[in-house]
């Protein structure tokens, strides 16, 4: 169990380690509807949410979505 | 291609990436715009003045007078009237040309997977998220590229799909359609000239699909936040597990 720092929309916070990106979502109570998220400029598919380990200094950008038109 | 052809395309026909062999791929090419709003207004008409041949242009709402801050389409006096036959006279004023179908009713699946299989490009400028995930399907089912774009309050989002390549992602590896969202113009409101630039960047990636040129958005995420000026890009795969482009 390790603390570590991660940014979150341009924040930095500290989460503990090990940490999956869902129980992250969970954990911030992240319930924006339509998201996706973005690690270090890569988008995370949604089925490897559950997979995908946080890791020390992670820039996380949560995307919401958009629909208008 | 007549004098009065190359005199009105000579501008981009200059440009050796499009020259005679791309304006003749436009001007062969159909491109069908769902939503004549605030994206589907510049994206129509940069299609139509650049001489793409065939415009199918779906919409089943009238001009109202709050639409006219961003859909530059219609004008004053097209009040009330249907905006597929607003558009389509503003269309033909600009390029006499080009061949315009109107389809002034919601699509339903079958007649929306009809035309986008006629369609050599789809240009998603609707408003809600049902039709988004409507028209990826469509696209994905046909195999016929996306470009997709939405704009809300001061923030854009664009991306392209291209079902012709199997690595690439659909709208639904992008965003999940079981949560319920509403996020329209009508109810959080828009700037203008967001919905410009968005509805333009769309009509220069379905040029570039068309004449097959440059690199397109394909794999790629593009935001822009308007307040604040500034572009944000993330890569963008294929889920493995899509319950949508893994059936086809």
Request: hydrophobic content about 40%.
């Amino acid at each position: 169990m390790k603390e570590i720092e991660i940014i979150i929309n341009g924040k930095s916070i500290s989460v503990t380690e090990p940490i999956s990106l869902q129980q992250l979502i969970k954990q911030l109570e992240i319930n924006k509807g339509k998201f996706a998220v973005d690690i270090n400029g890569q988008i995370i598919p949604k089925s490897e949410y559950q997979n995908c380990d946080i890791r020390e200094h992670d820039n996380i950008e949560i995307v919401v979505a958009v629909g208008g038109g | 291609m007549n004098d009065e052809q190359l005199l009105r395309y000579s501008r981009q026909m200059m440009l050796p990436e499009i020259d005679a062999e791309g304006q003749q791929r436009l001007t062969d090419a159909r491109v069908l715009i769902i939503g004549l709003g605030g994206l589907g207004s510049p994206s129509s008409m940069y299609l139509a003045s650049a001489g793409v041949g065939h415009l199918v242009l779906v919409d089943f709402d009238k001009v109202d007078l709050s639409n006219l801050q961003r859909q530059i389409i219609h004008s004053t006096p097209d009040i009330g009237r249907p905006k597929t036959e607003s558009a389509r006279e503003t269309l033909k004023t600009l390029n006499p040309e080009i061949k315009i179908t109107t389809i002034d009713h919601a699509l339903d699946e079958k007649e929306l997977l009809e035309q986008a299989r006629l369609a050599d490009v789809i240009i998603d400028a609707s408003d809600n998220f049902r039709t988004r995930f409507a028209i990826n399907k469509a696209s994905v089912e046909s195999k016929t590229p996306l470009v997709s774009g939405a704009a809300i309050r001061f923030e854009g989002q664009i991306s392209v799909f291209d079902p012709r390549n199997d690595e690439s992602p659909c709208y639904r590896c992008l965003y999940n359609d079981d949560v319920a969202t509403q996020e329209t113009c009508t109810a959080n409101g828009v700037i203008a000239p967001l919905l410009g630039i968005i509805g333009s960047i769309q009509a220069n990636e379905a040029m570039k699909l068309i004449m097959n040129i440059g690199e397109t958005l394909n794999g790629k995420l593009m935001l822009l936040d308007v307040m604040h000026m500034e572009w944000n890009q993330a890569r963008l795969g294929k889920d493995p597990k899509c319950p949508v482009c893994n059936h086809f």
